[in-house]
């Protein structure tokens, strides 16, 4: 066999074995970042928030999505950031992380019950213009803080992809599927959640929320006590 024969088989060889790489990387990552999403404090600030926001299945699941898209983009970015200026982050860091992670689920949850329309109408607007602006901002800064905690999680999980210590173009897929995970995860939790709430009578669902609010802010007491 010839030597331009025995480099085309080489090449056919790599192609083959890299296409396994391109579709596992990704499907591993999008995976993961189902689980992250519908973790017990993600799922309660969702569900917090949603209650906050007035209900209904568009303004449950629009706000899931905020509070995906805050999480996802300071996660994957302070994760980018670590591995590219090779940044470690502690144990102690995670755990200062979650206790702050805790005290914005707590804080939340006691808004909702102290306060539980104060996001339900944010500035005054033209006519047919939208309300819950200051919702949206609250979402998304909720999402983006409790982000931090899972940071070196993350990172922890990156290792097994690097070859040669550099990352191959594979595992560049990696983060994004990861974050693109999250979105869909908090996005099924936004629709369940929205069809669930909107099956109660009013009464009912009023007390759903007023639960849904305790359970909030004992988790998140909890959460922060036990990192402590």
């Known amino acids: ?51 906050m926001g007035g209900g209904g299945a568009r303004r449950s699941l629009t706000t899931a999505l905020r509070f995906a898209v805050g999480h996802a983009l300071v996660l994957g970015g302070l994760a980018a950031a670590c591995l590219s200026t090779g940044i470690v982050l502690s144990e102690t860091f995670t755990s200062r992380a979650e206790v702050v992670g805790g005290a914005v689920l707590a804080a939340l949850a006691l808004a909702a ?15 047919g213009h939208e309300h819950g602006h200051a919702h949206a901002r609250t979402s998304g800064a909720a999402g983006a803080l409790m982000a931090v905690s899972g940071v070196r999680s993350l990172l922890l999980a990156m290792p097994p992809l690097l070859m040669g210590g550099r990352f191959s173009l594979a595992s560049w897929t990696y983060l994004p599927a990861f974050a693109f995970g999250i979105l869909v995860g908090m996005g099924v939790v936004g629709m ?27 988790l998140g007491l909890v959460w922060m006590v036990s990192r402590l």
């Open 192 to 218: 369940l959640l929205s069809t669930g709430m909107s099956r109660l009578s009013e009464r009912l669902g009023a007390s759903v929320e007023r639960a849904v609010y305790v359970g909030s802010a004992a």
């Open 1 to 51: 066999m010839s030597l331009l024969s025995l480099t085309s088989a080489a090449g056919v060889d790599a192609g083959v074995s890299a296409l396994p790489a391109l579709l596992l990387v990704p499907l591993t990552g999008f995976g993961q970042g189902l689980l992250h999403a519908v973790g017990p404090d993600h799922c309660a600030a969702m569900a917090t928030l949603s209650g």
């Open 113 to 127: 019950l102290f306060f539980p329309t104060a996001l339900r109408h944010g500035h005054p607007h033209l006519p």
